[in-house]
């Protein structure tokens, strides 16, 4: 449903994101396939490979038995034109449930979440910039009653964008600023209401009934929202974010995936874990600290990048 501008500038952010993991496992992936063949010792490297850039033992499994089934069905023999098929299959595993569709119901409703710590609120701020440079209207929902400064901290976002501010004091009823925040989006007429959440509470059941309250508010006060549901995942939590990031994706439903810090020492194989496991399309990527660093992901930009052969790989290719 989101549409970001994919400029020139966006796409080779998205490739300077994906550095760390390309200089990593995605380089010697690309090695192996600059030889003359493949042995099956190679594709147990590859495996190996795909395990330590944090894809997730079963996406590794499946992914190199599924290119092998296709490799000998087809009868391919030159490494080149099996790294060009191994290219096809990462960047299809990436295209799950996208929604190309564009927003017709105004105000749009964005409710963001995710565990403390992943990078929720500015990245919520990044995305409130994003639809504002592009002449978009946008009032925040200071929806995180629970964590210590998590009001404060928005609405200086809220400042700096310019951007209204729906708050209720620390401790209030996330239900409440919800509730108000839909009836303030109506009579503003905003174009788009971005609801920050909570990402932990005493308990993980406390947290997710916290949600599904809010969500449910939005619903009665705004028809069809929250029209998109937005999990933050960072990029460096690797497996171990997975779990948890299951459990909001079962208990509310989220739409997408914002993966934040891949420009760090992310491993950039977790793109490929996060869309296996979870079944919804990554969106959006944070490529830095800027206000302007969230860009569209895009799955052959970031598999292209990530497979970008080293000067003398592609002088071995040549050859």
């Not at 994919?6 to 952010?13: H, Q, V």
Request: aromatic share 6%.
């Amino acid at each position: 449903m989101l549409k970001h501008l994919k400029s020139t500038l966006a796409r080779k952010r998205l490739e300077q994101s994906v550095a760390n993991s390309r200089n990593g496992f995605g380089s010697k992936l690309s090695a192996i396939f600059s030889r003359s063949s493949v042995s099956s010792q190679d594709w147990e490297q590859v495996e190996d490979l795909l395990l330590q850039g944090d894809t997730g033992p079963q996406f590794a499994f499946e992914i190199v038995e599924r290119l092998q089934n296709k490799v000998n069905k087809l009868g391919i023999k030159k490494a080149t034109d099996i790294l060009k098929e191994l290219r096809t299959e990462l960047i299809s595993s990436l295209k799950v449930n996208q929604d190309s569709s564009s927003i017709t119901e105004y105000p749009c409703v964005i409710m963001v979440v995710g565990v403390n710590g992943s990078g929720k609120t500015t990245t919520l701020a990044k995305l409130a910039h994003s639809l504002a440079s592009n002449g978009k209207v946008v009032m925040l929902a200071a929806g995180d009653t629970f964590r210590a400064g998590a009001i404060e901290q928005l609405q200086y976002w809220g400042d700096q964008l310019n951007a209204r501010v729906i708050a209720h004091q620390q401790g209030s009823d996330p239900g409440a600023v919800a509730y108000d925040a839909a009836t303030a989006a109506i009579a503003h007429k905003v174009d788009f209401l971005i609801v920050d959440t909570a990402g932990r509470l005493h308990t993980d059941s406390n947290l997710m009934a916290e949600l599904n309250k809010v969500t449910r508010v939005l619903n009665r006060s705004i028809q069809h929202a929250p029209h998109e549901v937005l999990l933050v995942l960072d990029g460096m939590s690797g497996q171990n974010g997975l779990a948890q990031a299951e459990s909001f994706c079962s208990e509310i439903g989220a739409t997408g995936v914002i993966l934040t810090k891949l420009d760090g020492s992310a491993k950039g194989g977790v793109a490929f874990g996060v869309v296996k496991q979870l079944q919804i399309p990554i969106k959006f990527v944070g490529t830095g600290e800027r206000l302007d660093d969230l860009v569209a992901f895009d799955p052959v930009t970031f598999v292209d990048a990530l497979l970008e052969p080293s000067r003398e790989q592609e002088k071995q290719l040549e050859t």
